[in-house]
């Protein structure tokens, strides 16, 4: 995590000393933003396996609540403050900030102490240390030999080629859709954002985590539901109730699972896991997003958010088929052998 965003802060504050130097340079912009992409993807699992060290099982998923909710209103923020810098002090200044808040992460990570007595990674064991390969190898067969963990993550994979669709071009549904302005856009991000932190932040209250499988599945089928309704039935007034709607479910959802991962998955695993699960359920967004264009431009933005409603609302209602996905729970996960012989 520290090394992730020092680097972030460095490829960030390189890019706003080059863009004095040199002028616009659409090349060195996409460096950076690549460079800060692939850095953020190797924080994110990081930091998710990390914080069952810092925090005991009772108060595991009200840190998730706070970390993710955070996250997600921090960005909302974000972006409105960082458009507000780019009018007011320009792009260079506002990459300049960016860059020392990057600094401010890597000094407060500098400073945490993960206490012995809770962290949950096994001493190394004697001998070479394993390949990358080897890591990842081992990684891909747990997951293949726990089918809860497995189908839940393929159908996240699904579910986000979908969402792609409505996260992405939720700009061209308020006007197009519902035919209103910039406004009504803003408000109804921020109320998606608000819902979202909402959601993250009751899990720990109501025990969602001991029926977790049950919590993902409905969350996310909720989810999908209120989509296809609001494709199907365009307002303002509905787009302001079905976008904190959605964000509320998709953050129980996600708190739920993941909390009921951090408490199953053993420690010395949770970062390969955490690894393996960001590939499989981000790496179809931008395939989402490029589909979703293409039927934006070819089918219209009404008949596009059907199709993301529907698909959202399937790929996650599919789990009730599997027992296993049904009943992801807080409980130990079985052994590889005998999942295997299931």
Not at 134 to 141: K, Y
Not at 148 to 162: K, P, Y
Not at 312 to 325: C, D, F, G, K, P
């Amino acid at each position: 995590m520290l090394r992730a965003d020092l680097i972030r802060a460095a490829a960030i504050g390189a890019l706003a000393v080059l863009l004095v130097l040199r002028g616009f340079d659409l090349l060195t912009i996409v460096v950076a933003v690549a460079v800060v992409s692939a850095l953020s993807a190797v924080f994110r699992p990081a930091s998710n396996a990390i914080l069952p060290s810092l925090f005991a099982g009772g108060d595991l998923a009200d840190a998730n609540g706070l970390l993710l909710s955070g996250q997600t209103l921090g960005g909302f923020a974000g972006s409105a403050v960082g458009g507000l810098l780019v009018v007011t002090i320009g792009a260079v200044g506002g990459f300049s900030l960016n860059a020392f808040t990057y600094a401010i992460s890597a000094t407060m990570i500098f400073f945490l102490v993960v206490p012995r007595s809770n962290a949950r990674v096994a001493s190394p064991t004697p001998g070479p240390k394993p390949s990358y390969l080897d890591d990842l190898w081992e990684g891909f067969q747990f997951v293949r030999s726990r089918p809860a963990l497995l189908w839940t993550i393929l159908a996240s994979c699904v579910a986000n080629f979908f969402l792609a669709f409505y996260l992405l071009y939720l700009v061209v549904f308020v006007p197009d859709g519902v035919h209103a302005g910039a406004a009504i856009f803003g408000l109804s991000v921020g109320l998606s954002a608000i819902g979202f932190g909402a959601g993250s932040l009751v899990v720990g209250r109501f025990g969602f985590v001991r029926k977790a499988g049950w919590t993902y599945i409905l969350g996310w089928t909720g989810a999908g539901v209120v989509l296809l309704l609001l494709a199907l039935f365009p307002s303002v007034p509905l787009l302001l109730v079905a976008t904190p709607a959605f964000g509320v479910l998709g953050g129980i959802a996600n708190t739920t699972y993941l909390t009921c991962v951090q408490r199953i998955v053993p420690g010395p695993m949770l970062g390969r896991f955490f690894a393996i699960d960001e590939v499989a359920s981000f790496a179809v967004i931008p395939l989402g997003q490029i589909v979703g264009g293409i039927l934006v431009v070819m089918a219209g933005i009404d008949a596009t958010f059907v199709i993301a409603g529907v698909g959202t609302t399937l790929s996650t209602a599919l789990l009730v088929l599997s027992r296993e996905a049904r009943e992801l729970s807080d409980s130990p996960l079985s052994t590889p052998a005998a999942a295997g012989a299931g």
